[in-house]
């Protein structure tokens, strides 16, 4: 199943650095996908004749549909599902056989090989049973597994195209007195950008001028946004909020935080969990042991019982069939790529295959509380005053008064409030802001 993705995960590491590469990445994956799937539909439709053709079949189920020339019609259905169901295990038998690694595909090329071989000497004079239908369901079956896990990597592709679309493609360079539009990847380190109010940051960097409060949610799971200022680092793709911000460049965009979280993450793709690398170990012995089981059954009945050699043929190709793994193609890629495709959709992208195989063993868990167990976002809940002559609505309307010129994140959700009631500001005079503690002001001659 390897063999199938090799160029896709060559082009990977440059793609996360180029929108446009990634682009044709996707698309390839795409193209795939649709092949996989086109390939299993066309396998389907002809197995189900080819299954009321065959002799077996209609003996087990005692029915009978056959006519002049039932036989060729079978040979020709079964012919284009080998042909064209086939191609992608006969590929791969190649290709494990230039990299020396047999393993699933090698055992699954040589199982249909074998039966259709054997099947097709038996139409054309040969004595013995045909193993037609046992073929086609075996591409099939195999087929599926391939074609769903195609899909799962995709869904997992699209959440590192996510990722990728997090970093702006424009940024603001300031030359001189003037300030140009240029796309983020032509910038360097010590170039100086501006980042307006509400814009994504275009590049790592250290804040040379301004002070504002960053979202980096995305980025580092912390949803409460950070208050920045002059000297401090930012991260590309974070969103700046109310304040214009200077930043100096301190990484271009290949080297950025956001590209080696990328990087992680699709490497962790491409690794294997134990569990997979058992079932290729396995795969890899399975497929020596039932060509030598083949091998031994056929000499047995030749040499050693004397039978004839369509008997004998039949006995070998039977036990090579059998020990094609349909469960261990299927089981172990598909709870893989389900796993993989589940967690990307809910927001956890794993960089340690491993690791998250093991976390079946977790007894105990911390979490993070804000934007985790909560929705990360500030809101009034509930109001109200201690003094019974004082109205609700006037308390949340003076909190409100104040709150509207500042930029904390607590004030949003206040001022959001507020807004929802649809209350007016009162006029606020001595507005101050202190630091690690809140605000006051005069509203009415009184200090709130």
């Known amino acids: 199943m390897e063999h199938q993705h090799t160029e896709l995960k060559n082009m990977e590491h440059s793609n996360h650095s180029n929108p446009k590469m990634g682009m044709m990445h996707h698309d390839h994956h795409k193209m795939m996908i649709e092949d996989f799937k086109r390939r299993f539909y066309v396998t389907l439709l002809l197995t189900i004749p080819v299954m009321l053709l065959s002799p077996m079949i209609q003996k087990w189920f005692d029915f009978d549909f056959s006519f002049s020339g039932s036989i060729y019609v079978l040979f020709s259905l079964s012919s284009v599902v080998f042909v064209y169901g086939g191609f992608p295990f006969l590929k791969g038998l190649v290709d494990e056989f230039n ?182 170990k396995a795969a890899r012995i399975l497929t020596i042991v039932a060509l030598a089981a083949g091998i031994s059954t056929f000499f047995y009945w030749w040499s050693i019982a004397n039978e004839s050699l369509a008997f004998a043929m039949e006995r070998m190709v039977t036990v090579i069939v059998i020990c094609c793994p349909h469960a261990l193609g299927l089981a172990v890629p598909l709870v893989v790529a389900k796993s993989t495709s589940l967690s990307a959709k809910h927001g956890l992208l794993i960089k340690n295959r491993t690791a998250f195989e093991n976390s079946r063993k977790v007894t105990t868990v911390i979490f993070d509380k804000t934007g985790t167990l909560t929705y990360g976002n500030f809101n009034v809940i509930r109001y109200g005053s201690f003094n019974t002559s004082v109205n609700d609505e006037l308390i949340l309307q003076m909190a409100f008064s104040l709150e509207q010129n500042s930029e904390h994140p607590i004030a949003t959700g206040i001022v959001k409030k507020a807004n929802v009631r649809k209350l007016n500001p009162l006029p606020v005079s001595e507005f101050k802001a202190i630091t690690g503690q809140g605000i006051t002001g005069i509203i009415n001659n009184s200090k709130v």
């Open 99 to 280: 990299q020396r690694t047999f393993g699933m595909m090698t055992l699954i090329a040589i199982a249909i090989t074998v039966a259709y071989a054997y099947s097709v000497a038996t139409v054309f004079g040969l004595q013995g049973m045909d193993f037609f239908w046992e073929l086609c369901t075996l591409i099939l079956i195999m087929l599926l597994g391939h074609w769903i896990e195609m899909k799962s990597i995709a869904g997992a592709s699209r959440e590192l195209e996510l990722l990728v679309q997090l970093l702006p493609s424009s940024a603001h360079l300031i030359k001189g007195e003037m300030t140009h539009e240029v796309k983020v990847d032509s910038l360097n380190i010590g170039d100086l950008i501006l980042i307006k109010p509400g814009e994504k940051i275009g590049a790592d960097g250290t804040i040379s001028d301004g002070e504002s409060y960053v979202n980096e949610s995305m980025l580092t799971g912390e949803s409460v946004p950070v208050k920045k200022q002059t000297g401090q680092k930012v991260i590309a793709g974070s969103i700046n909020g109310n304040g214009s911000l200077k930043v100096s460049v301190t990484h271009p965009s290949k080297d950025s935080y956001l590209a080696s979280v990328i990087k992680l993450v699709n490497d962790a793709q491409k690794t294997k969990s134990k569990t997979q690398l058992l079932a290729d």
